[in-house]
């Protein structure tokens, strides 16, 4: 079935410091991903979606120029938050849109990575 | 808009016991999806519904849709201690073509 690995899984930097994200679909090509964030007992917020060799779209409220997301690839989205602080703490989860499943029933899925815990310090 | 709305938000059961989580979305779509979440954890897919009357099944667990009323069920049978978990639907949302998730079920079953 459809793979997507997230990297890192958890992740601990200072405040003011960048961290990157990185999301690939190992076995498909994704040309639709789309980046989550979840705090404590709450539900997955989109955050933005992210279309190969485009710019990305962001959900009303999330700051693009805090959040850079970049698809060069078609197995590979990376959101990038700069100069984090402490609020930024949070669970980030990617997904990505698989067309190209074969023997699927749907045209496409959606398959979740991992997860990054991010904490800010 | 599609909003989706998932109840109860927490639901502590015991062992054996049965019960229905509800998820209701407000706009037509065509596909509507079940995830289970342990803590810490991402997401694990359960279901994939695809019509009005689909039902599908896996062990313990039995979803459902209705695409008339914009509801779907997850029906939990005979409950023990390892469904705990936070399960959530997500609808598919035609216009923009991504999903939108509910606020999420914490199931706690106690033995």
């Known amino acids: 079935g459809a793979v997507v690995s997230q990297h890192p899984s958890r992740v601990i930097c200072k405040s003011g410091t960048s961290v990157k994200i990185e999301c690939r679909s190992l076995?498909?090509?994704?040309?639709?991903m789309f980046w989550y964030r979840q705090f404590p007992k709450q539900s997955l917020m989109l955050m933005a979606t992210s279309n190969e060799g485009s710019k990305a779209t962001y959900e009303q409220g999330v700051e693009k120029d805090k959040f850079l997301i970049n698809h060069a690839s078609l197995t590979l989205s990376t959101l990038t938050v700069t100069s984090a602080h402490p609020e930024d703490s949070s669970f980030y989860i990617c997904?990505?849109?698989?067309?190209?499943?074969?023997?699927?029933?749907?045209?496409?899925?959606?398959?979740f990575g991992s997860g990054t815990r991010l904490t800010v310090v | 808009e599609l909003k989706v709305e998932q109840n109860p938000l927490f639901l502590s059961m015991q062992e054996g016991k049965n019960y229905t989580i509800y998820c209701n979305y407000s706009t037509t779509s065509d596909r509507l999806y079940w995830y289970r979440q342990d803590p810490g954890k991402s997401l694990e897919s359960l279901f994939v519904l695809l019509s009005n009357g689909a039902v599908k099944q896996e062990g313990r667990l039995m979803a459902s849709l209705d695409t008339k009323a914009r509801l779907s069920t997850l029906h939990i049978t005979a409950a023990v201690h390892d469904l705990s978990a936070t399960y959530f639907c997500?609808?598919?949302?035609?216009?923009?073509?991504?999903?939108?998730f509910g606020g999420g079920t914490r199931l706690m079953v106690k033995p």
């Open positions: 997904s990505a849109r698989d067309y190209m499943r074969q023997g699927a029933q749907l045209p496409y899925g959606y398959t």
């Open positions: 997500a609808v598919h949302n035609n216009a923009g073509n991504m999903l939108t």
């Open positions: 076995d498909f090509q994704a040309t639709t």
